[in-house]
């Protein structure tokens, strides 16, 4: 279960009367609300466990490339590498934001925002979706990034691209879990998936077959 004793933003505050008012107006339409939440320390755990097999092919994909020349790392290249780091986890969430609006057909629903006490940038989603509009959204930021700097370490024979990559996939692990999460859950009717506005998660709403 998330912690939701840690103290809300102004923000935070407002997208939860939101969400209150959507899981009210949903109830009333005969969905059941079921909490796919869960705390941000849980996430960062089982982000390292799923998250292990891609940081493996991706490193292992730029040695076979690049050979033993790609050990090469000066001062220069840890500038390089907290600089990068800083724009891919603003990139991260954009991919997020610009993936659900386009399902959302309006960039209105998006918010960004920062879990301070666990350091943790969120985008978020105030419009049910459907599964597959979630996951997509959930999953292509890692995807692009992961994709796209495996590639660049190899024709750059960076390795700081490479530790880059790796901080990016397992950054993007708690995503992974969550849709994990979701494909484990069956539920039978109508679903409708809604991001959680200040947790780790998403709450699912689903309606019986008559």
Not at 42 to 70: C, D, E
Not at 149 to 160: E, R
């Amino acid at each position: 279960m998330s912690d939701y004793n840690r103290k809300l933003t102004p923000s935070e505050l407002k997208r939860k009367e939101k969400f209150e008012s959507v899981c009210t107006d949903l109830e009333q339409q005969g969905y059941m609300k079921h909490d796919l939440t869960v705390d941000v320390v849980t996430a960062s755990k089982m982000a390292l466990v799923v998250m292990l097999p891609f940081v493996a092919i991706a490193v292992a994909v730029y040695f076979i490339a690049v050979g033993k020349q790609g050990l090469n790392f000066q001062f220069v290249d840890l500038l390089w590498f907290l600089l990068a780091t800083v724009v891919s986890v603003v990139l991260h969430e954009l991919l997020h934001g610009v993936t659900w609006a386009m399902f959302s057909r309006s960039f209105r629903p998006i918010s960004f925002g920062v879990i301070w006490s666990a350091l943790t940038p969120y985008c978020t989603c105030s419009k049910p979706l459907k599964k597959w509009q979630y996951i997509v959204g959930a999953l292509v930021p890692t995807i692009v990034l992961g994709v796209g700097l495996t590639v660049l370490s190899v024709l750059t024979a960076k390795m700081w691209i490479v530790l880059l990559n790796v901080t990016m996939i397992i950054g993007g692990g708690g995503d992974f879990y969550m849709v994990l999460k979701m494909l484990k859950c069956k539920f039978d009717g109508e679903v409708l998936y809604y991001d959680h506005p200040y947790e780790c998660g998403v709450v699912a709403f689903v309606r019986n077959k008559q």
